[in-house]
Structure formats: structure tokens, C-alpha cells
């Protein structure tokens, strides 16, 4: 089965711009997380939808991020404006939830940030 | 709230010896662990996990890991490392099914050495 996908793989900006990145998880899942990983560090969560729902977005800085699931399939993340600290891996991942043999989460090759 | 702790940024091990990768967890109730590997430039991917059941995990590329309750460790392991096996790897423990968020360890560094 396809994984699951992100665009851009890249990003470079400048601080105070805005950048928007993409993620389809794998079909069928209606669990999706967003994650930031900062160089050096474990993955932490930024938010998780269920289908178009958000079920967790306590650690999403909402002054400036913004994220959405509008048809429960793919999801766009957005920061504006983007400060250097920012500058981090962004990663997508999708699980179907349910029985444990099924709650795994499957991870996207992540989008690379980097705040100017 | 849960936590995990991989104490060791880095290690390493010699080709053909056997690797242990640490992690211990803190978490109320029954513990989901995970351990998830991440080679460069590529996304994480998915080694093993335990639920309940048998305390040895067995998982991809040879990689199995030990549930030890008493102690709260999930410790990787594996009999015969490979070159390939370098990469950074990330312990996460969860309360599923009551919370289905994951929360990651900072990573640990596996090099192995020809």
C-alpha cells in the first residue's frame, strides 16, 4: 500500500513569511498527526485529527500555527508568521485506530524547515 | 503523564557484536511501547511494539525488545548488529487505548562500526 505522502520534502524561508505544507495519510486511516521535530530531539505532537475532527491540539502554538483536515483525507499545516525557532522536520503520520494491531502510526519523510 | 527517558545519545557497536538500545518509560496504567528507527532523510519507520502478552517483542529487521515491568524499561536489542542498523532510533510509550498520544524519547544514535 502507498505510505504516506508530503510536500515540499524542502522549505526555506524567511522569518515573518508564511509556508503551508501538505500531507495524504494512507488510505483508510482517520487518525492524522502532525508533529515537529526540532534537530536533536524526539518527535512532539502538534496536533491529531480524527477524520475532519481535531482531537489534540494542545501543543500547537495557535498565534501562529494553523492546521486543517476540511474532507477528513489530506491535511495542510500552515505557520504565519514564522519565526526562527520554527525551524525544525514537520511530520506527518496516520494510524487506524481501534484494535492494537492496528493503532500503529505510519510516518510521512517529513517536510524540512528551514526559518532564515 | 507519560514519559520516556533514552539515557544514551549514542552508541556504539561493533559489526557482528550484539546492540542493546535503553529506553524506560514512566506512565500511569498499562504501558504501549513503540521503537521506531529513522535513517537519513527518511521518515520514521515502524520496528515493534508491545501491548500485553509475552515480554519479548520481536520486529523488523531482526530487532526485538524486552518488556521489563519491575524496572520500567523497554530496552532494543539485537544478536548480530549491521552497518545498515546505523541510524537514530526513538522510543515512544503511549496510554492506549485511553490516550492515543505518543510521546517520543529524544533519540539515541546507533553507529556501527566495520
Known amino acids: 500500500e502507498a505510505g504516506v505522502a508530503q510536500s515540499p520534502r524542502y522549505k526555506i524561508i524567511e522569518k515573518r513569511q508564511s509556508v503551508a505544507f501538505w500531507c495524504n495519510p494512507i488510505s483508510g486511516h482517520a487518525t492524522l498527526y502532525w508533529y515537529q521535530q526540532i534537530l536533536g530531539q524526539g518527535p512532539k505532537l502538534l496536533i491529531q485529527?480524527?477524520?475532519?475532527?481535531?482531537?489534540?491540539d494542545s501543543q500547537l502554538p495557535k498565534d501562529r500555527f494553523s492546521a486543517e483536515r476540511l474532507k477528513g483525507v489530506d491535511s495542510t499545516l500552515k505557520i504565519q508568521p514564522a519565526k526562527l525557532e520554527d525551524s525544525a522536520v514537520y511530520l506527518c503520520a496516520s494510524s487506524s485506530p481501534g484494535s492494537p494491531s492496528t493503532d500503529t502510526q505510519y510516518f510521512g519523510p517529513g517536510t524540512r524547515l528551514t526559518v532564515l | 503523564a507519560q514519559s520516556v527517558a533514552q539515557p544514551e545519545d549514542q552508541v556504539n557497536v561493533a559489526e557482528g557484536n550484539p546492540l542493546t538500545v535503553k529506553c524506560t518509560y514512566s506512565?500511569?496504567?498499562?504501558?504501549?511501547l513503540f521503537w521506531y528507527v529513522q535513517y537519513p532523510n527518511r521518515g520514521l519507520q515502524f520496528l515493534l511494539k508491545y501491548i500485553t502478552g509475552d515480554n519479548l517483542v520481536k520486529g523488523s529487521y531482526g530487532f526485538e525488545a524486552e518488556f521489563n515491568k519491575s524496572q520500567t524499561s523497554f530496552h532494543l536489542k539485537k544478536p548480530s548488529a549491521l552497518v545498515s542498523d546505523s541510524a537514530l532510533y526513538f522510543c515512544?510509550?503511549?496510554?492506549?487505548?485511553?490516550?492515543?498520544?505518543?510521546?517520543f524519547g529524544k533519540g539515541t544514535r546507533l553507529h556501527i562500526l566495520p
Open positions: 485529527f480524527q477524520n475532519n475532527g481535531v482531537v489534540d
Open positions: 515512544a510509550v503511549s496510554n492506549l487505548p485511553r490516550d492515543d498520544k505518543i510521546i
Open positions: 506512565v500511569s496504567g498499562n504501558p504501549y
